[in-house]
């Protein structure tokens, strides 16, 4: 079974950078491809970005191209979402998922895809 936990949340003003991370452990962390969702209150959980378990590929929500990136160390078994030019409307409750899957197929990647394991989550509130 594997298990995620995030950290980095926090309050930031608008146009602020910050970055999540998600640490996991119960298997082997080069075979998971990972992915960040994000769920404001009120709002379904939505995509934010993936990344395949080599790194090689990502994938980015529209709303957060450009201001976004998703990035990965094997070697130390993180994930991380390094956010900048953050907006009020990033505000939201941020999970890390995964899922064992060592391909690049976007549709087993992106915002359709399927992601069996989650983490708890970490709050982000950006205010104006």
């Known amino acids: 079974q594997v298990q995620l936990a995030e950290f980095g949340g926090g309050l930031v003003q608008t146009g602020d950078s910050l970055r999540v991370s998600c640490t996991a452990s119960?298997?082997?962390?080069?075979?998971?491809?990972m992915a960040w969702f994000r769920q404001a209150p009120g709002k379904e959980r939505e995509f934010v970005a993936a990344?395949?378990?080599?790194?090689?590929?990502?994938f980015y929500a529209e709303s957060v191209k450009g201001r976004f990136t998703i990035a990965r160390d094997n070697a130390k078994g993180t994930a991380n979402l390094q956010m900048d030019n953050l907006k009020p409307e990033d505000t939201a409750d941020y999970f890390c998922?995964?899922?064992?899957?060592?391909?690049?197929?976007?549709?087993?990647?992106?915002?359709?895809?399927?992601?069996?394991?989650w983490g708890q989550g970490t709050q982000v509130t950006v205010f104006s």
């Open positions: 990344i395949s378990a080599s790194g090689r590929d990502r």
């Open positions: 119960g298997s082997t962390f080069s075979n998971l491809a």
């Open positions: 998922a995964a899922k064992e899957y060592s391909g690049s197929y976007h549709l087993l990647l992106g915002p359709h895809a399927d992601y069996f394991f």
